[in-house]
């Protein structure tokens, strides 16, 4: 069974970074793509980044957090992160991790169709 352990979210200023961490637990990552979503109050849970696996490492992020996002991953901690710089009030949400897709041929990771198995997340509070 997959779950994932959130964690690194807070009260953060705009223009204020943070650094959230995915753990997995049950499984190894060495060979999923892994995707980080989230879900803000009264909206429906949106794709924010997603890491392939294997030494390419891969990556993807959405139009929104682009120059401001960085997604990466250490296989030996069994661990994802996403490293937020310049957070805007509008990127409060709860955020969590999963399983994504890997599109055949290009063996690009992809933010559609994520594995439903989703953690408690980590809540991530941009205000003044």
């Known amino acids: 069974q997959l779950q994932f352990v959130e964690s690194g979210g807070g009260l953060v200023q705009p223009g204020g970074s943070l650094r959230l961490s995915c753990t997995a637990s049950?499984?190894?990552?060495?060979?999923?793509?892994v995707g980080w979503f989230r879900q803000a109050p009264g909206k429906e849970r949106e794709g924010v980044s997603c890491?392939?696996?294997?030494?390419?490492?891969?990556?993807y992020y959405t139009d929104s957090v682009k120059g401001r996002f960085t997604i990466s991953r250490d296989d030996s901690k069994n661990t994802v992160y996403l490293q937020m710089h310049s957070l805007k009030p509008e990127d409060t949400a709860v955020y969590y991790c999963?399983?994504?897709?890997?599109?055949?041929?290009?063996?690009?990771?992809?933010?559609?169709?994520?594995?439903?198995?989703w953690g408690q997340g980590t809540l991530v509070t941009v205000s003044s």
């Open positions: 049950g499984f190894t990552l060495d060979y999923s793509a």
């Open positions: 890491i392939s696996p294997n030494d390419d490492s891969t990556t």
């Open positions: 999963t399983v994504v897709p890997i599109t055949t041929g290009q063996g690009m990771c992809t933010l559609d169709d994520p594995v439903e198995s």
